[in-house]
């Protein structure tokens, strides 16, 4: 009988997928665990596969198209058989995605107005402010200009506390006009959006908007480190793993996370959540934006364990091949652009984790020895964002200091 080819769960959080490109066409035969297409998540772009043999009868959802978890994507059936028409969407053999309950306002009994499940815009003075109605009816009754009310309620919309708390001045203000984007002239391009790019700019508004940021930057002196990954690669036969500068950070900053462990954790709304083990997501680059696999108890392995596995992740996410549980479970993250020439950047935090590392380029800089003399140096610049609901600025600071101690004497990363 035909075996329908359904939207999958291919992470924890995923609701939806983009079909981002069909692997076979229509007429193709196909084994069980061959490629059919390639799914756009909210964590990557992953492979979906065949869970039966066959021949590709249909496809029912073109390249670019977004569908929910049990939608039917096509259908594979045994050849001779026909092919049916798409039916009506089946129940995800996945596990069913946790529903997140919106915060609702309180409400009068005597109101009549309905529930506040969505999030409507209030024009003010040609500025398009995201508000309630009932915060706007008593914005209105006060005479409260809503420009000047800041939002708690979910993506920054104003509720009914924000203005029964808010104590600027009442009455009508000045707002000024918003700047106008430039007209589209012909040589301009609209670029729709991939999933991953979409997922990327929410998790990033939701980071940037619900954690405190505070940013910590120290320079580190980076000789040692250059001076001993240079005797171990030229020490290493043909064939043998080289050593890059990121292999000796990433194995710092597991290491020092495991010695500062209030580094690694993460907010839980009545609780700061403490890991046992140090999870270290990775920054990669690929095509279209950028994923974070995680190597698993990092602060228990080896330099050379950790240099095989981050080249084995990178190689791997930009051929899209990586697995769901390969994002989960990450606890502190390193982003390094120094490859790139970044002397020195302020990441976003990779919600819900506490800390992430921004690891700049190294320069051959002059530096006061301790004797006093001026002479040639290589520094490296080194930024710690950090959530101020669970690292303080004390913590930040014992945490880089040992960072520091364990770069700077980087014979005992061999050990």
């Keep these: 009988m035909p075996e329908f080819v359904q939207m999958p769960q291919l992470s924890d959080t995923m609701t939806e997928g983009t079909v981002g490109k069909w692997l076979v066409k229509v007429g193709d035969k196909v084994d069980v665990s061959d490629p059919l297409a390639e799914i756009e998540t909210d964590k990557a772009t992953m492979e979906m596969v065949a869970f039966d043999e066959g021949i590709v009868g249909a496809i029912y959802t073109e390249e670019g198209t977004t569908a929910p978890l049990g939608e039917v994507l096509a259908v594979i059936v045994e050849e001779g058989e026909e092919v049916p028409e798409k039916p009506a969407a089946i129940a995800s053999s996945g596990p069913e995605p946790e529903k997140s309950e919106e915060p609702r306002e309180e409400r009068n009994e005597n109101s009549t107005s309905k529930p506040d499940k969505e999030e409507p815009v209030v024009d003010l003075s040609d500025e398009r402010i995201k508000a309630s109605p009932l915060a706007k009816k008593i914005a209105n009754t006060k005479g409260i200009n809503l420009a000047e009310v800041e939002g708690t309620g979910p993506g920054g919309r104003i509720v009914k506390k924000d203005v029964e708390n808010h104590t600027g001045s009442a009455g009508p203000t000045t707002v000024s006009v918003p700047q106008q984007s430039p007209s589209l002239t012909s040589e301009d391009q609209r670029i729709p959006l991939t999933r991953m790019r979409k997922i990327i700019a929410q998790r990033l508004l939701e980071s940037k908007t619900q954690i405190p940021h505070f940013y910590l930057n120290v320079e580190f002196d980076a000789e040692p480190l250059m001076n001993l990954r240079k005797q171990a690669n030229s020490a290493a036969e043909e064939g043998d793993n080289k050593f890059t500068v990121n292999d000796f950070i990433l194995k710092a900053v597991a290491n020092a996370a495991d010695s500062v462990p209030e580094v690694n954790s993460s907010f839980d709304g009545e609780a700061i959540i403490q890991y046992g083990s140090v999870n270290l997501s990775v920054a990669i680059a690929v095509e279209d934006g950028l994923v974070t696999p995680v190597i698993h108890d990092a602060q228990q392995k080896s330099l050379l364990e950790i240099s095989l596995a981050v080249k084995d992740l990178a190689q791997r996410a930009r051929a899209k091949k990586l697995s769901p549980d390969e994002f989960a479970g990450g606890t502190i993250t390193v982003s390094n652009l120094g490859a790139y020439g970044i002397e020195n950047?302020?990441?976003?935090?990779?919600?819900?984790?506490?800390?992430?590392?921004?690891?700049?380029?190294?320069?051959?800089?002059?530096?006061?020895?301790?004797?006093?003399?001026?002479?040639?140096?290589?520094?490296?610049?080194?930024?710690?964002?950090?959530?101020?609901?669970?690292?303080?600025?004390?913590?930040?600071?014992?945490?880089?200091?040992?960072?520091?101690?364990?770069?700077?004497?980087?014979a005992s990363m061999l050990i």
């Design 345 to 410: 950047f302020d990441a976003i935090i990779n919600l819900p984790q506490a800390a992430i590392l921004s690891i700049g380029s190294i320069k051959s800089t002059p530096v006061v020895d301790e004797e006093g003399n001026l002479v040639a140096g290589l520094r490296m610049k080194v930024g710690m964002s950090c959530d101020h609901r669970v690292v303080d600025g004390a913590v930040g600071a014992k945490y880089l200091a040992e960072l520091k101690r364990r770069i700077e004497n980087p």
